[in-house]
């Protein structure tokens, strides 16, 4: 099978090249915006791709014909897609129906993640079909993405998932256990809001979860988060208790005195007996991915 990745120099797209490359059933072609930052360079392709520009998605789609194509490119900052709506659009809406296009006229299957930022949180934890509402551009710019490919003539499978955590190399971004890790390290005082609860999603579980998508050629919308839904005060916490860290600097605050630019839901988390019964999703605990963690740290 011929997997086309976008994103690959990200956290998902890492994972998943770092696992589709070892995989003797895939040929795997990589592509991201820039050069290639992963050091290892054998089993796969790579090319310089930015999937806001339509032809050239349409060119390196039509030109490699992947038999699936996995989107993990996006704009993900939330409070940034609040400020620059424009370039929210053009990579996490716009892009995606440039990948459909290029993805119908070949026959290949469309993988693209999605956010329990779609919810507004008021009665989480979600299943499939609850009623989208977003707060946020972020979540209703991926509402969008997910709109346009259920109205698609394409084959598609939408994975939505939360807080995407775990060990890259030469990533643009951090995350919260990365982040927290460090900052306990240094016994720095962190002010950790407790009025929202998530399910954070180990990267290497998400990407499990696109490869048995991809395989199963599964049609339809998924949740694919971590299966503990906890506060993110409660996520710092077990962070420090699993480290081994004092959490006596650890300091509960409510969301509203963030003042964040957008919007935030606060209660999600997902129920995940579909993506288990259909896809054979078995995700970790948040205790598994902190030892995970802990052990790729020390390669
Ligand atoms: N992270 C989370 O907490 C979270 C939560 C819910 C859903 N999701 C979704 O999960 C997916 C994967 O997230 P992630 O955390 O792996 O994101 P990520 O680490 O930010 O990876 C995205 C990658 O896409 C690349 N990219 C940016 N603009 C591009 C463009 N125009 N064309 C091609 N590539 C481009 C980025 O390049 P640079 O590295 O050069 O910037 C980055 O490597 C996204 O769809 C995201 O919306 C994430």
């Known amino acids: 099978m011929k ?17 589709l490359r070892v995989d003797n059933s895939v040929e795997l072609i990589a592509t991201s915006k820039g050069k290639n930052r992963v050091s290892e360079k054998k089993g796969y392709s790579y090319f310089d791709l930015d999937i806001t520009d339509e032809s050239a998605v ?29 370039n929210c659009d053009a990579l996490n809406v716009s892009a995606v129906q440039f990948l459909a296009d290029a993805c119908v006229k070949i026959n290949a ?27 946020s551009y972020y979540g209703l710019s991926k509402l969008k993405s997910e709109q346009l490919l ?14 995407v955590f775990g060990v890259g190399e030469n990533l643009s971004k951090s995350n919260i256990v990365l982040w ?16 929202q609860f998530r399910a954070p999603t180990l990267a290497e579980d998400l990407a499990d979860a696109c490869i048995l998508a991809a395989k199963k050629k599964a049609f339809g919308v998924f949740n694919a988060s971590g299966k503990d839904i906890m506060s993110i005060y409660e996520i710092v916490e077990r962070i420090a208790k ?22 935030r839901p606060p209660k999600t988390g997902f129920i995940l007996d579909k993506s288990k019964e259909v896809l ?13 963690i802990d052990e790729q740290l020390k390669d």
């Open 3 to 19: 997997v086309l990745i976008t994103g690959s120099n990200g956290l998902l797209g890492q994972k998943l090249l770092h696992k």
């Open 58 to 86: 349409a060119r390196i789609i039509a030109m490699q014909k992947p038999e699936v194509v996995i989107n993990t490119a996006a704009m993900t900052n939330v409070d940034l897609c609040e400020e620059k709506k424009l």
């Open 109 to 135: 299957h469309l993988i693209h993640i999605s956010t329990d930022f779609i919810f507004d949180g008021e009665d989480g934890p979600y299943k499939e079909e609850d009623k989208p509402n977003p707060l």
């Open 150 to 163: 259920q109205a698609h003539a394409v084959k598609w499978t939408i994975l939505r998932t939360i807080i």
């Open 180 to 195: 927290a890790k460090g900052a306990l390290a240094k016994g720095e005082s962190l002010n950790i809001i407790d009025d």
């Open 242 to 263: 699993h480290y081994g860290y004092t959490t006596n600097n650890l300091n509960k605050i409510s969301t509203a005195t963030l003042n964040q630019t957008a919007g």
């Open 280 to 292: 054979g999703y078995n995700p970790h605990s948040f205790e598994e991915c902190l030892t995970i």
